[in-house]
């Protein structure tokens, strides 16, 4: 991740609304609260002192509650609000300093974005709406056309070309949006609030397809929203606001699991956990029995560790099965081999598996149920008592990764308090 | 009070600024007067030309374009009534005063009304003055009206179009500063220009509005009728005046029928192409 390069680079940008924006700045960068600005000063802060990075191809969630400053914040980054101070720089070049004619260009080719109530022109079809960065742009209406109507095929519109906005429904509106934005080819799409007009179900249905169509368009993507479990599902990393500062930058684990104050702890203690923690997080280091060592070994491990199962691998730690004590004992007395005895009929879950999607498989199970990866190497146990323990919020229970370790090499490292 | 300060001589200001620009601006209002005239003398040659039935079914089927068939029948038949009682002349003539008035009203009002919603400046200053046009009687402006223009139809089609002009204004700035503020964002933050943003988003949007206001410059325009005819403008509302100054009740309900009938006509139509998508 660390030799991918940055997109954008915010530095210290600040935005007062108001009048007085300079004695108002002054008293910024002396350290008042914003509070006593507006009333000293009658202007109010809209973001203060913001400085982040987003690299190239990535998700980038900017979340906070109404009146954070997340919105006026997106804006800056197209100046569609002039910031009061500070850089913006995209590829290394400041927009805040640009002429008006370069910035049209910059959102011309560059910059795309996605509106909260969608922002469609109510007499334009649905074509003309995804064509009309591209009519601004002066491209011949064939060739708008075709571009546009790719960009509805990839957000799967295709038939609706013809259509006026308001026979549609607000999730295939957003569609039209998107494609519009699409239809430009930038390299960076703001989304500001996309979704939060839409119900609940359409909303996630289009945080997968969004997610769907990232994989395959590669855009860097700002995304605002207040909505946590919208930040934590689709954010490769999450920028919290409050009162306009940024509170905390990190990945949504790291937010989750280390919140950097008391404001953003309270605003992720109300988290449905189980659609956030995946397998990964709360599976324990499984016991093994490497299978060539034979059923004398198993039995003694069990007996050691005062467990009734253990789990049988290669010397490459790939799953076997499992074998019981019973069945160890008995294969000792017959002299069979571990490979006659072990149970292969297992229920299994990849590590990144979503904790709400294994509760059926680990409730049903009789022996901790395995993790394993995408080779079968075992990664580690469910223990229905630890995940419960996490899904309370207990961090004992919870493993707390490193971005730089490889999760193929590393033991989960368990944090206490 | 009036001891310590003297009453200020608006009066006598005024009457002389109207001096002083009947003068000095002769040849400005001159060609206005030759302009206008020419303008609505050649509007009611045309009108008068094309028989007095084509024109009702010309009307009629513009009518029938825009509605449905009840104001056609409603156009055909008013007419029909207007040409049996013998006012088809004078209906022309104020037809085309009105047509003149409205227009006039259109093409200064809508770029102005465009202006003074771009510009903050523009509408504190145009404000008051709408405020002004509306409010003073007709009949003041009427004065200063003939010392410009003389006698005829052209102080009424002035002040025709002074009393008409501020629905068009108000209405055009209305109509493009209720454009949603989030589509006005898109246009700028797909990099439109200035213009593109206007003639692409905000006046396709204002568009309805716009036109109710041209509607109630329409209709404004024609109240102005009676009162024109004080000052010689030629019409419906010269029958009215007479009708009125020889006390002939008769004939002043036959031509105020007219007047209304025309009214009728012109607001329906419009508002219909004002509305229709």
């Not at chain 2, 005063?97 to 009304?113: D, E, N, Q, R, Y």
């Amino acid at each position: 991740m660390d030799e991918k390069t940055i997109k954008i680079k915010v530095e210290q940008v600040t935005k007062i609304f108001g009048k007085n924006t300079k004695q108002a700045l002054q008293q910024l960068s002396n350290g008042k609260s914003k509070q006593e600005i507006l009333q000293n000063t009658g202007c109010t802060v809209g973001v203060n002192q913001a400085s982040f990075e987003v690299r190239t191809g990535e998700i980038f969630v900017i979340m906070g509650l109404s009146g954070s400053g997340k919105s006026t914040l997106v804006r800056l980054l197209n100046r569609l609000i002039d910031p009061t101070s500070g850089k913006v720089l995209i590829d290394d070049q400041d927009v805040v300093k640009m002429s008006k004619e370069k910035l049209r260009q910059v959102r011309r080719k560059k910059i795309s974005m996605v509106f909260q109530k969608f922002a469609l022109l109510p007499h334009f079809t649905i074509l003309e709406n995804t064509a009309f960065g591209l009519e601004i742009q002066g491209m011949s209406k064939e060739e708008r056309q075709k571009t546009a109507m790719e960009a509805l095929h990839l957000v799967g519109l295709k038939g609706f070309e013809n259509q006026f906005p308001d026979q549609l429904s607000g999730g295939m509106q957003q569609r039209v949006g998107l494609a519009r934005a699409l239809a430009n080819d930038p390299d960076i799409l703001l989304m500001d609030e996309a979704f939060s007009a839409l119900d609940p179900l359409i909303r996630k249905d289009m945080q997968d397809e969004l997610l769907e169509l990232q994989s395959s368009v590669e855009k860097t993507i700002v995304f605002i929203t207040h909505d946590l479990d919208e930040a934590l599902r689709i954010g490769d990393r999450i920028a919290l606001m409050k009162d306009g500062n940024i509170v905390q930058i990190g990945t949504p684990e790291e937010i989750l699991m280390n919140p950097s104050n008391q404001y953003v702890e309270r605003f992720v203690e109300d988290v449905d956990l189980s659609k956030v923690l995946t397998a990964h997080h709360v599976m324990k280091r499984a016991e093994t029995v490497q299978i060539e060592k034979g059923p004398r070994v198993a039995l003694q491990l069990m007996r050691e560790l005062g467990i009734s199962s253990i789990y049988a691998v290669d010397k490459q730690k790939k799953l076997l099965g499992v074998v019981s004590a019973v069945d160890a004992r008995k294969a000792l007395e017959t002299q069979q081999s571990l490979h006659q005895i072990i149970t292969t009929d297992l229920s299994t879950v990849s590590p990144d598996t979503l904790l709400t999607d294994l509760f059926d498989k680990v409730s049903e199970a009789t022996i901790p149920v395995a993790v394993i990866d995408d080779q079968k190497r075992l990664k580690g146990i469910l223990i229905k008592g630890a995940v419960i323990g996490a899904l309370a919020g207990n961090e004992k229970h919870i493993n707390v990764w490193n971005e730089k370790q490889d999760v193929n090499n590393d033991k989960p490292k368990v944090v206490i308090k | 009070m009036n001891d310590l300060i003297p009453k200020l001589p608006l009066a006598k200001y005024i009457d002389e600024l109207v001096v002083w620009l009947t003068i000095n601006f002769e040849w400005f209002f001159d060609s206005i007067t030759t302009i206008l005239e020419g303008f609505v003398e050649g509007l009611v040659a045309l009108l008068t030309f094309i028989p007095a039935l084509l024109l009702i079914a010309m009307i009629g089927f513009l009518a029938w374009k825009v509605s449905k068939w009840r104001l056609t029948l409603f156009t055909v038949i008013g007419l029909l009534i207007i040409y049996n009682l013998g006012y088809w002349v004078e209906m022309i003539e104020t037809l085309a005063i009105v047509l003149t008035a409205v227009f006039i009203s259109i093409i200064i009002g809508i770029p102005l009304g465009i202006w003074a919603s771009q510009k903050k400046v523009v509408k504190q200053i145009v404000t008051p003055i709408l405020d002004f046009m509306q409010t003073m009687p007709a009949f003041v402006y009427l004065i200063p009206a003939i010392f410009f223009f003389n006698i005829g139809v052209v102080p009424g089609v002035v002040s025709s179009v002074i009393f008409s002009m501020p629905p068009t204004i108000r209405l055009t700035i209305l109509g493009i500063q209720q454009v949603p503020s989030d589509i006005i964002e898109a246009s700028e933050a797909f990099g439109s220009t200035t213009s593109q943003r206007l003639l692409k988003v905000q006046l396709p949007l204002a568009m309805p509005t716009i036109m109710a206001g041209i509607n109630q410059s329409i209709m404004l325009a024609l109240s102005m009728v009676v009162i024109a005819s004080m000052v010689g403008a030629p019409g419906l509302g010269t029958e009215v005046y007479r009708a009125v100054t020889q006390i002939k009740t008769g004939i002043g309900f036959e031509a105020g029928l007219s007047i209304v009938i025309i009214a009728i006509v012109l607001d329906r139509i419009t508002q219909k192409i004002g509305t229709k998508k």
